[in-house]
Every structure is written in C-alpha cells, then in structure tokens.
C-alpha cells in the first residue's frame, strides 16, 4: 500500500487541523494503520493507530488527538485540538500487515510509510 498525507500547514496557537492519510489504489482492511510524528533530532512518537482491535492512543496524544477513517476504508484522518508550539512535526501514516506486530504505536513495528506533511504551530 502506498501511504499519501496531506493536510498540513501553518497554524497558529490554539487552533485544531486534521491531516488525511489516504491509501492509494488500495485500502486499510488488511493493516494496522497508525499515525506518529517526528521533530528534527527526535525519533517518531506514535500518536494513534487503529487495527482489529479498534483505536488506540498514546497517552500524551489521548484528549486532543482523534483519528477516524472514511466508509470506504482508504483513508484515515487525524484531528488536532488546541494546537501548541510543541506539535510543530513531520506528521507521517504508517502500516503494518495485521496480525504481523505487538504494538503499532511503536515506529519500528511499522513497515511502510508515507513522506509526511507538516505541521507548523506559531504564535
């Protein structure tokens, strides 16, 4: 599956954004898909993913961040509320076959990637 973000830009503090993460030619019904994001020096931070078992979330991500996918299951979006300085990332989409990983909040389970979009938080 080929993994397209889209969705970032420039904001300003306080203000909520949601990135799409879209499946191209195919769709998420056989994957894990989560959503981390990257700082520069930093590793990926996962933030939600959702699998079989239904959506999970990091706990800093847990009350401003909520991803959710569309009826035809090849896209999964992800919103952003209160938006601070600190969530200025690369945003990237992630999968991983299903069944095939323990934690899909964790970057090295996931085995393909989009090329991120980002997010930039001023004031």
């Known amino acids: 599956v080929q993994l397209v973000e889209a969705g970032g830009k420039l904001v300003r503090i306080g203000e909520s954004l949601r990135l799409s993460c879209a499946a191209s030619?195919?769709?998420?019904?056989?994957?894990?898909v989560g959503w981390f994001r990257q700082v520069p020096g930093e590793g990926r931070q996962g933030l939600s993913c959702?699998?079989?078992?239904?959506?999970d979330y990091s706990d800093f991500a847990k009350g401003r961040f909520t991803m959710s996918m569309n009826d035809a299951r090849d896209t999964v979006f992800l919103d952003i509320r209160r938006l601070k300085p600190e969530d200025t990332a690369v945003y990237y989409c992630?999968?991983?076959?299903?069944?095939?990983?323990?934690?899909?909040?964790?970057?090295?389970?996931?085995?393909?990637w989009g090329k991120g979009t980002l997010v930039t938080v001023s004031s």
């Open positions: 992630a999968t991983v076959i299903e069944e095939d990983y323990s934690d899909c909040l964790q970057s090295y389970e996931m085995d393909r």
């Open positions: 959702l699998s079989t078992s239904g959506f």
């Open positions: 030619g195919d769709t998420f019904d056989d994957y894990a």
